[in-house]
């Protein structure tokens, strides 16, 4: 096949840019056409292959699309790829490509014709009714056009250089299996604390371990619910089936992951799809949190501030349900989230009917040795089921831990006895005494501290066996809402004056009449 690196440059609708190349074709489509039609034979145990290369420049599109004409008679297609990865000066970014693929529905952005994608995290791929890698999604081999898709990630200075191989095996299509989804509800305790993790990844993406082992790993963690959430792809939706149990509650997602950071579709519906082929530029996430709103889901903007190409947020916060301040094992970068959101407390301050953006941790683990459940998030529903656990965690009734050896209780108490509870409002006067008490147990080592509009206003040592109480008066015109951190000690000893890390942290406990809700 003649081949050109740069065909024409395309702009798809609210799309990042997108280079379109020759398309890859079959001579003998149309004889298997004739012989289907006659009767003739289906084809069984035939197969053709063919492949492309090609050179990607440095500012190459986003989105690089291979046409293959399918033709009639195609019972699996399949497809390998390799790239170079030349030696680059330090500091300098090398060749990464990811991979996907669109079927004859087409490429349109949010449209129906998405079958998979495996990012970098695989070389090769194959679809057909009765199966598909992990990454994709089983179903018949329809003839028309379909488009591998390349993700030229990063490119090395001088240019990217990639063979893709296509191979359509013929016969009669086999029977796709009906997809097993996990129930929206669990047994649960009633209205009580669950814990959860809702950032996780398994071979379905870019992980390594299977489902039945991060089940495995929840359990062991203490984990009332999880969430799956693939990179890019809903086809681990259907990979659950008999995983949950009245123990365990296993929610549907995706982590939409974009050049300008990465969102949590938190328990969408199963089977859906969120589109990720987007930047902040091309003003279109609005439409896309939207479509996680509509499937069921949260928005979630993952680790804000890492430091992965690809990964700080840049779509702003106007349209999330909550966000990831914790991300894995305690590091900078969560300091720096946890700072940011903090300042979205104080906005919300200001002005009557102005919103509040809640806290989350979740774990991100994708093999051993990350630990699933570090961090995790504890939240109060009524039940457990997918849409008290979204109601908690929207309303933030929550808190985050590291393991499920860390307990806590936080509340607000007015001076006639009003109550208030972790996302909640304590209604009192502007000069009304309001008395903050946390308990804590599981934190041997740490130190309490209780953090308002003000910043940190009151800090404290637990005992060593890490269970005790801290005590704090305030009124709500000196602290407009309060919050609790339970940090291990500084690593340099409080050399540098900077905190240690998190070991729990809770989201506010809002003081003073007026709702933010």
Known sequence: MRRRDVLRLSALAGAAGALTLDPVTFP?????????????????????????????????????????????????????????????????????????????????????????????????????????????????????????????????????????????????????????????????????????????????????????????????????????????????????????????????????????????????????????????????????????????????PAHPHATCVGCNWKFGFNEADAVEVWNGPYTADDEMTIAEWDNTLVAAVRGPGRGWLPAMGNSDAHREPQVVGLPQTVVLADDLSREAIQEGLRAGRSWIAESSAIDLSFEAVGGRGQHAGIGERLAVAGDEEVTVRLRVSGAPGCGVRFVTDQGQLYATMLSASGTGAAEWRTTSSYAAYVRAEVRHPPADGGASGLPGAMAALTNPIWLGGRDTD
């Open 28 to 300: 003998d489509a149309a004889a298997q056409d004739g012989q289907a039609r006659d009767g003739q034979a289906d084809g069984g145990g035939r197969e053709e292959t063919r492949t492309v290369t090609g050179h990607l420049p440095v500012g190459a599109p986003d989105f690089v699309y291979l046409p293959v004409e399918v033709p009639r008679g195609a019972r699996e297609i399949a497809v390998s790829y390799t790239y170079d990865s030349p030696r680059v000066p330090p500091g300098t970014q090398g060749n990464a490509c990811d991979i996907g693929i669109f079927d004859e529905r087409g490429t349109a952005l949010g449209g129906r014709g998405f079958r998979g994608w495996s990012g970098g995290a695989r070389t090769e791929f194959a679809i057909s009714a009765e199966q598909a890698t992990p990454g994709y999604v089983p179903g018949p081999v329809r003839p028309g056009t379909w488009h591998v898709v390349l993700g030229p990630y990063t490119v090395a200075p001088e240019g990217l250089r990639y063979d893709v191989t296509v191979t359509v095996r013929y016969g009669a299509s086999g029977r796709t299996p009906a997809p097993v989804y996990p129930p929206h509800r669990a047994k649960g305790r009633g209205r009580a604390w669950y814990r959860g993790d809702c950032h996780l990844h398994t071979v379905y993406s870019d992980g390594k371990r299977t489902p039945a082992e991060v089940a495995a790993a929840a359990r062991a963690a203490g984990l009332d619910f999880i969430t799956t959430t693939e990179h890019n792809t809903h086809s681990g939706h259907r990979a659950w089936d008999g995983l949950w149990g009245d123990d365990l509650l296993i929610l549907t997602g995706e982590e939409v992951t974009t050049r300008n950071g990465h969102v949590v579709a938190l328990g969408v519906d199963p089977g859906v799809f969120i589109d990720w082929r987007y930047r902040a530029r091309d003003n279109a996430f609005g439409r896309y949190a939207r479509e996680i709103r509509r499937a069921g889901g949260l928005v979630v």
